[in-house]
């Protein structure tokens, strides 16, 4: 019987981790503060904050998406959210708003 080599949590991997968190933390709070005061930029920064975030929890695998059924509920409730704010910000009226505040 073999034994698989499990590997050590580094200072290194710590410290990766960590900052990820905290990198992914203050872009997604970047990206919804800019949809809430209708910065031009921040619609583009929200597409890209939720594709990248998407991905990511893509990435992860199975271990990640486990969810339980109320869990998968709430998600796929977020998801249908997010994606009617996505619409409503590239598209009339809402889009004029977005165009208004260009310069600040």
């Known amino acids: 019987m073999t034994r698989v080599a499990s590997e050590s949590l580094t200072a290194g991997r710590l410290l990766g981790g960590l ?5 992914g933390s203050v872009l997604a709070a970047v990206a919804w503060i800019g949809p809430w005061r209708f910065a031009r930029w921040g619609r583009t920064l929200f597409v890209i904050e939720v594709t990248l975030f998407w991905i990511v ?3 992860l695998g199975p271990a990640f998406t486990m969810t339980t059924p109320c869990e998968s509920l709430l998600d796929s409730v977020s ?3 997010t994606g009617s704010l996505l619409a409503l910000a590239f598209m009339p009226p809402i889009k004029a708003e977005f165009a208004r505040n260009a310069l600040k």
């Open 79 to 81: 998801d249908m959210m």
């Open 19 to 23: 900052g990820s968190i905290l990198l």
């Open 57 to 59: 929890a893509r990435w």
